[in-house]
């Protein structure tokens, strides 16, 4: 079983930085593929960025490359999402979320484990 917890989301102004922790607890993290994920209100949950097990290869939406960026420290068990310059558009709920396979994917249905959520709130 993995575990994972949230952290760092706030208000925060339009053009302002942001950086998201995820913790993880559990069998395994350095060998898993994470996720970031967000949820505005009243729209499906979208694929924000991805990280493999190693941290070598990433991918990002559309919308957030160039901006975002993705990490991990294995030592630490945990995975890192720095947002920068940030939009009205990036606010929601961000989530983290897991897979027991190496590689990265993109797709909701390709993580079987999820964390609670941490809001971010961007103003104009």
């Known amino acids: 079983q993995v575990e994972l917890v949230e952290s760092g989301g706030r208000l925060v102004q339009a053009g302002e930085s942001l950086r998201l922790s995820c913790a993880a607890s559990?069998?395994?993290?350095?060998?898993?593929?994470k996720g970031w994920f967000r949820q505005a209100p009243g729209k499906e949950r979208e694929f924000v960025a991805g990280i493999n097990w190693n941290g070598d290869t990433t991918t990002y939406a559309d919308s957030v490359k160039g901006r975002f960026s993705i990490s991990r420290d294995n030592a630490q068990a945990t995975v890192y999402l720095d947002m920068n310059s940030l939009k009205v558009e990036d606010t929601g709920v961000y989530f983290c979320?897991?897979?027991?396979?190496?590689?990265?994917?993109?797709?909701?249905?390709?993580?079987?484990?999820w964390g609670q959520g941490t809001q971010v709130t961007v103003s104009s």
């Open positions: 979320a897991a897979r027991d396979g190496g590689s990265v994917y993109r797709g909701r249905v390709d993580y079987p484990y």
């Open positions: 559990g069998r395994a993290f350095s060998t898993y593929a």
